[in-house]
């Protein structure tokens, strides 16, 4: 089974811009998505948007859409979410995590693989 390792969070202002790794590892991805997903403090976890490892097909969640966008790296096996315009509400932990296509992917039940996640800060 694919293992994930996330990294790239960090201490932002407002406005700025950060991105994300996902490195996965110990399988392949062809027939996964890769989802994001984030957990402010005291909140849920929260979808931000997946991507199918081949091909083009991307859906991103009404909150971040716009401003994050979610790009692959066949060669280095990576998964990178690029976040712009940073608020403050998007404060959390973020967290990618794997889900076979043949699943719904829609749902955080679906996904598995989960990477331990990486902290990112956005002060106001």
């Known amino acids: 089974q694919v293992q994930l390792v996330e990294s790239g969070g960090g201490f932002v202002q407002t406005g700025s811009s950060l991105r994300l790794s996902c490195a996965a590892s110990?399988?392949?991805?062809?027939?996964?998505?890769i989802g994001w997903f984030r957990q402010a403090p005291g909140q849920e976890r929260e979808f931000a948007g997946r991507t199918r490892w081949i091909g083009n097909s991307t859906v991103y969640a009404d909150s971040v859409r716009g401003r994050f966008t979610i790009s692959r790296d066949h060669a280095k096996n990576s998964i990178y979410l690029q976040m712009r315009r940073l608020k403050a509400q998007d404060t959390g932990v973020y967290y990618c995590?794997?889900?076979?296509?043949?699943?719904?992917?829609?749902?955080?039940?679906?996904?598995?693989?989960w990477g331990q996640g990486t902290q990112v800060t956005v002060s106001s």
């Open positions: 995590a794997a889900c076979h296509v043949f699943s719904l992917c829609s749902r955080e039940i679906d996904f598995h693989s």
């Open positions: 110990g399988g392949t991805l062809n027939d996964l998505y």
